[in-house]
């Protein structure tokens, strides 16, 4: 069976949460969404009402945070004080903030080691993606991927998932994307990751190329 750690980069939109969960599904392996901890860690922020300004209360705050995360493919989630936060960590709020949040070098490191723990503790193999994972994350990963899409697909991907306005959801890709750019690199691949652009595959196509991918062992 699996075992192995399989790292997932790629920008907003790029279709790697879908990627993941199906991929993880199909292995038996666990899925880690890192995104889903910054998102949570932001939230945790928002909720403290502490201002953003203030960096060392943030930290604190992220570091003091009660959170849990699902990884089991078929029942990921977010926990904040025990209560399921899926949808908050979603909405415009969250999005708004969460690049300022995750810029923060002692937030990165604190969530980067819960991140590697919960690696180490997955014992069927873990799909972990986000923008960081090859390369900083798991750089060991047994495949990394770096999925990616052209700007408009990327939008209207994500307009389709969460109902919203096209022209909007392309401006915040927009923003968050140069945001991200300072400290992840969210528009390049990690060392030694394969470059998967799917702009003109379905979700189908991809899961097949990544199967292939572990089959030739990477
Ligand atoms: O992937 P998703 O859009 O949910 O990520 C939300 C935000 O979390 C990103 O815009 C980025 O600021 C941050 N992030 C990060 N490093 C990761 C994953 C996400 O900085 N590995």
Redesign the pocket.
């Known amino acids: 069976a699996f075992n192995g750690v399989i790292a997932i ?1 790629g ?3 790029s279709g ?2 879908s990627v993941a969960r199906r991929l993880a599904t199909e292995l038996g392996a666990a899925c880690l ?7 949570t860690a ?1 939230l945790a922020v928002l909720r403290s009402g502490v201002h953003l300004g203030d960096k060392q209360t943030v930290i604190k705050v992220v570091e003091t945070a009660k959170v849990e995360f699902g990884t089991t493919p078929a029942d990921r989630y977010a926990r904040l004080d025990g209560e399921n936060v899926d949808a908050d ?2 909405g415009d709020e969250v ?1 708004a903030n ?2 300022a ?3 923060i070098p002692e937030v ?1 490191q604190y ?1 980067i080691t819960s ?1 590697r723990d919960i690696i180490k503790a997955a014992e069927n193999g873990i799909v972990v ?5 090859g390369e ?2 798991a750089p060991d990963a047994d495949l990394k991927v770096y999925l990616t899409a052209d700007p408009a697909e990327r939008a209207r991907r994500r307009s389709t998932q969460n109902g919203a306005n096209l022209a909007a959801t392309a401006a915040d890709i927009k923003r ?1 994307d140069t ?2 750019a300072k ?2 690199r ?1 528009h390049d691949a990690a060392p030694g990751a394969v470059v998967l652009d799917t702009t003109h595959l379905d979700l189908d196509q991809v899961i097949t190329a990544l199967h292939e991918l572990i089959t030739r062992g990477g």
């Open positions: 980069d920008p907003s939109g790697k949460s969404d890192t995104g889903a901890m910054y998102r932001t960590i979603r999005t969460v690049s949040v995750s810029s990165r969530l991140q993606e986000g923008r960081d994972i900083v994350v968050r945001a991200d400290t992840t969210p």
